[in-house]
């Protein structure tokens, strides 16, 4: 059984629109984080929650934000979408946020037209 | 902002040999050092770290890490082809924010029947 589980898989959504991407982990742990992978570019830290409070923020826009409405939940809104957001965004747990090992879901693909 | 840099590009090795994979990173004071794989259409799943000068066995993985160089390296003895996938190095930047990982652009590796 999958213990990240990001939905949807795919994605498309039209330039200044707004979506919500999921993110559910099973495994117990306390904190979670969103990293994006865009074409040509190393996967890339966005935020890191931890007891479902926000720790770090690397993103520059406020058009991304997370949501957790549970401790095992941490979804990314996207609001006003650009072209330039297309790329694929995984959802990430630990244990803690200490240097433990991060386990990664499948991750989302959104394509923005 | 930590650089990590990763060589080659893409390796292809004959089934059996040794595959050798290089990550330079740019801040001595980095903790652990972490190797991910990534399969096409799939998250990252971790296959090692290391945190100390020197070297760290796991099964048919060794990673050498070289902290006065900021050079770390993965080795795959006895390569098969289910091991072909991307390898990304990350390095682990952790501080009072908690814990974020930065990734290389990886290494595809292609390991040839």
């Known amino acids: 059984d999958p213990k990240i589980i990001q939905k949807p898989k795919y994605l498309v959504a039209v330039t200044g629109s707004e979506k919500i991407l999921i993110c559910e982990q099973y495994l117990g742990h306390n904190a979670m984080y969103w990293y994006r992978q865009s074409a040509k570019k190393p996967l890339e830290f966005m935020f890191s929650?931890?007891?479902?409070?926000?720790?770090d923020n690397q993103t520059a826009s406020s058009r991304f934000q997370p949501q957790s409405s549970k401790k095992n939940h941490l979804d990314l809104q996207i609001t006003a979408l650009k072209p330039d957001d297309s790329a694929t965004y995984f959802c990430a747990s630990s244990q803690t946020v200490n240097q433990d090992t991060q386990y990664f879901g499948p991750g989302t693909r959104l394509l923005v037209l | 902002q930590e650089k990590v840099q990763q060589s080659p590009e893409s390796l292809i090795v004959p089934e059996g040999a040794m595959s050798s994979l290089n990550c330079t990173f740019s801040?001595?004071?980095?903790?652990s050092i972490w190797w991910y794989q990534q399969h096409p259409g799939k998250g990252p799943e971790a296959l090692i770290s290391i945190f100390s000068n020197g070297n760290k066995k796991e099964g048919r993985l060794t990673v050498y890490l070289n902290r006065a160089s900021l050079h770390v390296s993965l080795h795959i003895r006895d390569s098969q082809p289910s091991d072909s996938a991307v390898y990304l190095c990350?390095?682990?930047?952790?501080?009072?924010?908690?814990?974020?990982?930065?990734f290389g652009i990886g290494t595809l590796l292609s390991v040839k029947p």
């Open positions: 801040n001595s004071a980095s903790q």
């Open positions: 990350a390095v682990s930047n952790y501080g009072s924010s908690g814990n974020k990982l930065i």
């Open positions: 929650y931890s007891y479902q409070k926000l720790m």
